[in-house]
């Protein structure tokens, strides 16, 4: 079983960046299909990125061209770098695996916020 911990989320300015991490304990993280999700105050939880074994990489239309997702395998650990954020990303965001099953993180604030 996956564990995930996410880590990096804080206050950054409209335009800024921010990187979050999220580190994977437990066996098998490779074959997992790791997602980024974010939740806002009063709205429902959606897809941000995902990122397949193999490296296959899927945006929301929200952030395309501005987030990236990845993952290093070796240190069972997947990224998602967000560029030029604008106030409307400020959310909880949560790290997934999936695989059969969803496993989730216990998630990172992030506030855009001048």
């Known amino acids: 079983q996956v564990r995930l911990v996410e880590s990096g989320g804080g206050l950054v300015q409209p335009g800024g960046s921010l990187r979050l991490s999220c580190a994977a304990s437990g066996s098998l993280f490779s074959i997992y299909t790791m997602g980024w999700y974010r939740q806002a105050p009063g709205k429902q939880r959606e897809l941000v990125a995902t990122i397949t074994s193999d490296g296959n990489a899927n945006y929301a239309d929200s952030v395309k061209g501005r987030f990236t997702i990845s993952r290093d395998n070796a240190k069972i650990t997947v990224y998602l770098q967000m560029n030029s954020v604008k106030p409307e990303d400020t959310a909880v965001y949560y790290c997934?695996?999936?695989?059969?099953?969803?496993?989730w993180g216990q998630g990172t604030q992030v506030t855009v916020s001048s």
């Open positions: 997934n695996a999936h695989f059969l099953s969803d496993i």
